[in-house]
């Protein structure tokens, strides 16, 4: 590889969430949402695409603009573009579905390559050219077989107040079937996963739809990756028929890694909001995708990507998040980091982002902030833990920090969130960027890196320097 890969695995100024993972020839390539760094709505720029060699997933290049918002006839105030996904069709093009905020339906661009310029080709219709509006059309996900073409869909907020879509029966996830024109509905709509409002008793309560469906079909049966009503997991159904007989299968990821070990909400390890991805293969190995939050809202968020692992029956048990992501190894004991690649980043009670529709008012929390083109985490005071992982920590004898702080105060280094304090950092008042360090021992079985601040006032970390 020409480097390590990371999480997140664009460069820190990208935000692209909704992250659906596609191999096209010998490239993977990402398509997803596209939010505008220290933005103020979802998904406010247009759809770009990046892609890796397979061989090297360190190695990313941006492909530029794919689709504008203004290439849709149906759009002409250009709002944003939400959760997309391409699929290559039988006739051997590309075609990128995707929904636009506050439009029923779901829309149609045609490209004779994964990365190239699409054109809008339509929308998704019935044979008699009505247009396809049932069961709330967003989030479209589509897979070709040899059963045929399938269209996933659907948004289901029965757990949140949005004024919108109060009234409206939410039933869940759709499915239909596509003709091999890729836009006239062959069969359905039909309902394959339960809203909060109808999974009451089936094998889906306490993880019902919410929205975010992304398939792929594996070993002969359907995989449908969702985000459950607790927003921030990324869960999965199973069937070996793509247009019934979905039983939930388990949670996959969650953003805050409530769930993973025991892991219970109030004690979230980042803080949360929707999320959304897919699953990829390559090599042999699995991968998650999915995305992080940043910032004070839920509108700046990072793709991230985890392995992933099938056990005897098929099933995948949760993942924890972790700065090394996609990495074959855990990351070099000898070198930098920027502070925001930490996988955990918490007060303990991390609370609710806010966004558009909702009224949770905002909560003091550390959090990720961008400022004159420096990504940083800041507001970090007295206990507040930040963790990497995972790291050949081994080969590590001295860390540096660059950060800036209010007063003076200590960084202790663990092992383990709770942990013994294995060394300390002494950091002064400084209202500038300024470097402190510290020499330290690790063992070889030691791979998770956790910095906990003791001190008054808040500080801000932009480096981690191992040495």
Same mark, same amino acid.
């Given at each position: 590889?020409?480097?390590?890969?990371?999480?997140?695995? &664009?460069?820190?100024?990208?935000?692209?969430?909704?992250? =659906?993972?596609? #191999?096209?020839?010998?490239?993977?390539?990402?398509?997803?949402?596209?939010?505008?760094?220290?933005?103020?709505?979802?998904?406010?720029?247009?759809?770009?695409?990046?892609?890796? *060699?397979?061989?090297?997933? +360190?190695?990313?290049? !941006?492909?530029? #603009?794919?689709?504008?918002?203004?290439?849709?006839?149906?759009? *002409?105030?250009?709002?944003?573009?939400?959760?997309?996904?391409?699929?290559?069709?039988?006739?051997?093009?590309?075609?990128?579905?995707?929904?636009?905020?506050?439009? $029923? +339906?779901?829309?149609?661009?045609?490209?004779?390559? *994964?990365?190239?310029?699409?054109?809008?080709?339509?929308? #998704?219709?019935?044979?008699?050219?009505?247009?396809?509006?049932?069961?709330?059309? !967003?989030?479209?996900?589509?897979?070709?077989?040899?059963?045929?073409?399938?269209?996933?869909?659907?948004?289901?907020?029965?757990?949140?107040?949005?004024?919108?879509?109060? =009234?409206?029966?939410?039933? @869940? @996830?759709?499915?239909?079937?596509?003709?091999? $024109?890729?836009?006239?509905?062959?069969?359905?709509?039909?309902?394959?996963?339960?809203?909060?409002?109808? %999974?009451?008793?089936?094998?889906?309560?306490?993880?019902?739809?919410?929205?975010?469906?992304?398939?792929?079909?594996?070993?002969?049966? !359907?995989?449908?990756?969702?985000?459950?009503?607790?927003?921030?997991?990324?869960?999965?159904?199973?069937?070996?028929?793509?247009?019934?007989?979905?039983?939930?299968?388990?949670?996959? /990821?969650?953003?805050?890694? #409530?769930?993973?070990? %025991?892991?219970?909400?109030?004690?979230?390890?980042? +803080? /949360? %909001?929707?999320?959304?991805?897919?699953?990829?293969?390559?090599?042999?190995?699995?991968?998650?995708?999915?995305?992080?939050?940043?910032?004070?809202?839920?509108?700046?968020?990072?793709?991230?990507?985890?392995?992933?692992?099938?056990?005897?029956?098929?099933?995948?048990?949760?993942?924890?998040?972790?700065?090394?992501?996609?990495?074959?190894? *855990?990351?070099?004991?000898?070198?930098?980091?920027?502070?925001?690649?930490?996988?955990?980043?918490?007060?303990?009670?991390? @609370?609710?982002?806010?966004?558009?529709?909702?009224?949770?008012?905002?909560?003091?929390?550390?959090?990720?902030?961008?400022?004159?083109?420096?990504?940083?985490?800041?507001?970090?005071?007295?206990?507040?833990?930040?963790?990497?992982?995972?790291?050949?920590?081994?080969?590590?004898?001295?860390?540096? /920090?660059? !950060?800036?702080?209010?007063?003076?105060?200590? &960084? =202790?280094?663990?092992?383990?969130?709770?942990?013994?304090?294995?060394?300390?950092?002494?950091?002064?008042?400084?209202?500038?960027?300024?470097?402190?360090?510290?020499?330290?021992?690790?063992?070889?079985?030691?791979?998770?890196?956790?910095?906990?601040?003791?001190?008054?006032? +808040?500080?801000?970390?932009?480096?981690?320097?191992?040495?």
């Amino acid at each position: 590889m020409k480097t390590q890969c990371h999480n997140p695995y &664009l460069p820190l100024f990208e935000h692209i969430p909704d992250g =659906e993972p596609r #191999v096209f020839g010998d490239r993977l390539y990402v398509f997803g949402s596209h939010d505008m760094e220290n933005g103020n709505e979802f998904c406010e720029l247009d759809y770009v695409a990046w892609s890796a *060699p397979v061989d090297d997933l +360190s190695d990313w290049r !941006y492909e530029g #603009v794919i689709y504008r918002k203004d290439q849709d006839p149906y759009n *002409p105030e250009c709002v944003p573009f939400y959760a997309p996904d391409v699929i290559r069709g039988r006739d051997g093009r590309y075609y990128l579905y995707y929904c636009i905020k506050f439009h $029923d +339906s779901i829309h149609v661009a045609v490209c004779d390559t *994964p990365a190239g310029q699409y054109q809008f080709y339509g929308r #998704v219709t019935y044979q008699d050219g009505s247009l396809m509006s049932d069961n709330q059309p !967003y989030d479209p996900s589509v897979i070709c077989t040899d059963e045929g073409n399938f269209l996933y869909f659907g948004f289901a907020p029965c757990m949140i107040n949005i004024p919108r879509y109060k =009234e409206q029966d939410l039933r @869940g @996830g759709s499915v239909l079937e596509l003709e091999d $024109d890729m836009m006239t509905v062959k069969e359905g709509p039909k309902v394959v996963l339960p809203s909060k409002k109808y %999974g009451k008793g089936t094998d889906f309560e306490g993880n019902e739809y919410f929205e975010a469906p992304s398939v792929r079909k594996i070993d002969g049966m !359907y995989y449908l990756i969702y985000s459950s009503v607790n927003t921030h997991q990324l869960c999965y159904a199973i069937s070996d028929r793509p247009t019934e007989g979905f039983r939930y299968g388990g949670v996959i /990821v969650s953003n805050g890694d #409530v769930g993973f070990a %025991g892991r219970k909400e109030e004690d979230k390890l980042m +803080s /949360v %909001g929707n999320n959304h991805g897919g699953l990829v293969e390559i090599a042999g190995q699995w991968y998650i995708f999915y995305h992080r939050h940043t910032a004070l809202n839920q509108y700046n968020r990072q793709g991230c990507a985890e392995r992933v692992f099938f056990d005897e029956k098929g099933r995948i048990p949760q993942v924890t998040i972790t700065t090394s992501g996609m990495n074959p190894t *855990p990351l070099s004991g000898k070198a930098s980091y920027p502070a925001v690649y930490c996988c955990n980043l918490t007060n303990g009670h991390m @609370g609710a982002l806010s966004s558009l529709g909702r009224t949770n008012a905002e909560v003091d929390f550390p959090y990720m902030a961008s400022e004159n083109g420096e990504r940083f985490i800041t507001n970090v005071k007295r206990n507040d833990l930040i963790g990497y992982k995972y790291i050949n920590l081994a080969e590590t004898q001295q860390i540096e /920090v660059i !950060y800036r702080s209010e007063t003076d105060g200590i &960084l =202790e280094i663990r092992t383990e969130p709770d942990g013994e304090t294995k060394a300390k950092i002494q950091m002064h008042a400084s209202l500038w960027w300024k470097t402190a360090e510290t020499e330290v021992t690790f063992s070889e079985t030691e791979k998770e890196l956790y910095l906990v601040y003791q001190g008054e006032g +808040s500080l801000s970390l932009l480096t981690l320097n191992l040495k």
